[in-house]
């Protein structure tokens, strides 16, 4: 049902008002099958049930694709000087991976109304009012100057750009200026490129779910699943730490309540976990051996001289199955979304917990929920997806200006002032009952007089605690006699009332809140300008020449930012943000026809991030490792946690080369190929032939070939190589 907004109904007007005369209505159309399969076996991105799952994956030749469909043009009159046309899509594929995919769905690629327009003029303007598309791009395998519609990237650049390209209703007027110039004057509905994965669905076992979706929405490597697994594995600390469990402080037994649950302040996950440097032995001597004796700090139940567990095998422990060392088993995450491994390493960090080596067992603290443990225990961490989209009446405009030379240079002048298509997801903490939106505040502490309490109070302004900024935080935690960090930084939770948040206060003296918290991810959408230009000239050489070119600045695009030195002490909401950046992105192409109708297409395509972020820095863990604490633009098609969230190129370089040739007698089919190379290692070819076997009987054969560096756009998606085969019946 659509909602009734001044362009929908200017529409409805359009299309009934004219006398209410349909006449002579033409129907056209055809009925089609794609039949597609992989050509490789294997795990696309985002398939796996959990860490450890190597048999949820696809064989070669298992179906990709059985879509069906059946799609009517039609057109007809309103009056002498208006018409009007229609496109229906019904179409279903069984392979889908969910209902979004199998059948139709609203301002996607399989919408049931395509396209609802009329054509009509009035004082000297064209006008084309309702569903539609306008296309002002014409490069090949890429979208560049073609902005006004959406794309849904389902089949990625698989699909042609009409069918890919989303209808939305719009009113477009148009008029001839001068003898060789043209204006188009735009006011279209706002809509999303449709992203598989981008959704809390997460559309498991999609084939083109990219690395950046999946460390979002993933159910392995996804934050929206981590922060809760992280929130469970924090309340199996706090449930050990109230039995005594760990030795922090080097005397050989369990500590109190006091020290071990009010935060682990004196120990970094780094610390606990590294298998190079245990701290605190028995003795108090800072432990330097890799060899365990049965005296070092981290033991399975605390008492003296037990054997003690090495320490990132001891997390795994904890993280996965806390049964396996006595705690409550159904706390645990059980290797279902990437905490940590056994081989803890935090200086290749490829899990959550190695990319948070300097975060303490404090901040953990404010992540954990004690449900469940004991009466008035406090709400664990919950995370929600949330869609923030604008009214309906908030439009984009558009304006185009198409000249020509006498001699034969073509031209474009664009402005659109729209809705970025490309959705923004930003991460903040809310209070799990109220939704209020919650301060994190950055604090430093330590047990500095060994009387085994932390010695912070409230960071908002009390004696004994050091409130710090997101630009301060300590790179190198420094260490007393005992071996305990003394700024170490802990990320604490406040509301406005005052209240901290988490299985206890971080002081004892500070009110805590009984609710829960909510680690919530808003997409929304960012109003950014966007000024494009276009040309062509063609040269009379022997050869038939056309030189062309689109170039287009966005301005104020939102970019993901990965700050590692504030997810390195767990501040996930400071350090996976989006921030406002300028792009400027061009195409060069150069056509031919040779061997009389064979047309050859090269394009050399760039992206320059004008505002990129590019912040070198080194960080010490607790046991004196160095890693990268960097602040930079990531990439959002590949960041991931596999691969040290990818670091976007501040200049992104593709080469394009584009075949296709009519063949057979009347030249009645054709063959095309096009290979786009991607700076870094990725590519992607796709080659396909279209063979008539009569003027109403078409067969189609299809094979898209991807390779390369897994961390590029196109290499990502080895596994997702598929063969296609179709027929289409033409009707009229």
Request: proline share 5%; net charge negative; glycine share 12%.
């Given at each position: 049902m659509?909602k009734?907004?001044?362009?929908y109904?200017s529409v ?8 209410m005369a349909?006449?002579d ?9 794609e ?9 696309v991105?985002?398939q796996a049930m959990a ?12 179906l990709?694709?059985?879509?069906n469909?059946?799609?009517?043009f039609?057109n ?11 496109d229906?899509n019904?179409?279903y ?12 769905e609203?301002y ?7 396209e609802?327009y009329?054509d ?7 006008f084309?009012?309702g569903?539609?598309q306008q296309?002002?791009?014409?490069a090949?395998?890429?979208?560049l100057?073609?902005?006004i ?5 389902r ?18 007027a148009?008029r001839n200026?001068?003898?060789n110039g ?12 449709k ?6 669905n ?8 990219m ?6 929405t ?8 981590i922060?809760?697994?992280l929130?469970?594995v924090a309340s199996s600390?706090?449930?050990a ?6 030795d ?11 020290q ?7 120990l ?9 440097q ?9 432990g330097?051996?890799?060899t ?5 700090s981290i033991?399975a ?15 795994n422990t ?9 705690l409550?088993a ?6 279902k979304?990437n ?7 935090s200086?290749?960090?490829?899990s959550?917990?190695?990319?948070m080596p ?8 404010t992540?954990a ?8 225990a406090?709400?664990?961490?919950k995370t ?10 908030n439009l ?27 959705p923004a997801v930003?991460l903040s ?9 919650l ?5 430093t ?13 409230d960071p908002?302004?009390?004696?004994g ?6 630009n301060?935080?300590?790179s ?6 005992f ?20 299985a206890?206060a971080p ?26 230009a276009?040309?062509?000239y ?6 038939p020449?056309?030189l ?6 966005d301005?104020?695009t939102l970019q993901?930012?990965v ?6 002490i ?18 060069i192409g150069?056509?031919a026809?040779v061997?009389?109708?064979l047309?050859?297409s ?8 004008l505002?990129f ?13 160095t890693?990268d604490c960097?602040?930079?633009t ?16 501040e ?8 075949f296709?040739?009519p063949f ?7 063959w095309?190929?096009?290979t ?5 290692g990725?590519?992607?070819n796709r ?8 003027d109403?009987l ?6 898209n070939q991807?390779?390369?560096d897994?961390?590029t756009?196109f290499g990502q ?9 179709g027929?289409?019946y033409?009707?009229?």
């Open positions: 659509f009734k907004t001044l362009i109904q409805a007007m359009a299309i009934t008002l004219p006398g349909l006449a209505v033409e129907v056209s159309g055809y009925l089609k099958n039949t597609s399969i992989y050509v490789k076996s294997g795990q991105t985002g860490t450890d799952d190597e048999s949820t994956k696809h064989d070669a030749g298992d990709l694709k059985f879509e469909s059946a799609r009517l039609l007809g009159d309103l009056g002498e000087e208006s018409s009007w046309h229609g229906l019904i179409i594929d069984t392979e889908g991976v969910n209902n979004y995919y199998k059948g139709h609203p996607t690629q399989y919408d049931w109304l395509r609802l009329v009509t003029s009035a004082a000297g303007w064209d084309r009012i569903k539609q296309v002002w791009g014409t090949d395998g890429i979208k100057l073609d902005i519609n959406p794309t849904d990237f089949e990625l650049n698989q699909a042609p750009q009409e069918d890919s390209r989303i209808p939305v209703w719009m009113i477009a148009e200026v001068g003898e043209n204006i188009q004057l735009i006011a279209a509905q706002r809509k999303e490129n992203i598989p994965g981008l959704n809390p997460g559309d498991a076992g999609h084939p083109f779910i690395l950046g979706v999946d460390s979002i993933g159910r392995v490597n996804g934050f929206l699943n922060a809760p697994a929130a469970k600390f706090s449930f730490s109230l039995g005594g469990l760990f922090t402080n080097g005397d050989g037994a369990g500590d109190p309540i006091a071990a649950l009010t935060g682990f302040t004196g970094t996950v780094d610390g606990f976990a590294s298998p190079l245990q701290l605190n032995d028995a003795d108090g001597s800072i330097t051996s890799g365990f004796t049965g005296d070092e033991r139940d605390g008492s003296p001289g037990a054997l003690a567990l090495p320490g990132g095998f001891l997390l904890i993280a996965q199955t806390p049964g396996a060392v006595g409550p159904f706390n645990g995450n059980n290797n979304t905490l940590v491994s056994p081989d803890f390493q200086g290749h960090p490829d959550a917990f190695e990319y300097n975060a303490t067992f404090a901040t953990f603290n992540f929920g004690l449900t469940g443990f004991a009466p008035g406090h709400g664990a961490v929600r997806y949330v869609i923030d989209e604008p009214d309906d009446l984009n405009y558009g304006a185009r200006y198409k000249g020509s030379t006498d001699g034969g240079f073509n031209f474009s002048l664009n402005y659109f002032y729209h809705y970025d298509a490309n930003d903490w809310h209070d799990a009952t109220t939704g209020e939106k301060s994190t505040v950055l604090a502490s330590g047990d500095f007089d060994g009387n085994g309490a932390p010695d912070f109070a908002a302004g009390a004696a605690g050091t409130t710090i900024s997101r301060n935080v300590p190198n935690p420094t260490l007393n006699p071996g305990q960090v003394t700024n170490a930084t802990t990320v604490l939770l406040r509301n406005s009332a005052g209240q901290y948040y988490g206890v002081n004892p003296t500070l009110p805590l809140s009984n609710n829960g918290t909510e680690l919530r991810f808003t997409q929304h959408y960012q109003r950014i300008h966007s000024l494009g276009s040309f062509d063609a040269f009379n050489t022997a050869i020449l056309v062309r070119g689109e170039f287009l600045y301005k104020d993901p930012v700050d590692k030195r504030l997810l390195a767990g501040d996930l909401a400071g350090a996976l943000r989006t921030e406002e950046q300028d792009m400027f992105r061009y195409v150069l056509d026809t061997m009389t109708n047309f050859i090269g394009q050399f395509i760039q992206f320059i991030n505002d972020e590019d912040t070198n820095r080194t960080c010490t863990t607790q046991t004196g490792v890693f960097s602040k930079y990531a990439d959002p098609a590949t960041l991931h946690l596999s691969n040290g969230l990818n670091k976007g190129e200049v992104d370089n593709f080469v394009s080369l584009f296709s040739k057979g007698e009347s030249q009645e089919h054709r095309n190929n096009i786009i190379y991607e700076e870094g990725g590519w992607w080659f396909d032939v279209e063979y008539s076997f009569t109403e078409i067969g189609t054969a299809e094979w991807y390779w390369g897994d961390n756009t998606f080895d596994k997702s190589s598929n063969l296609q085969v027929i289409k033409i009707f009229e």
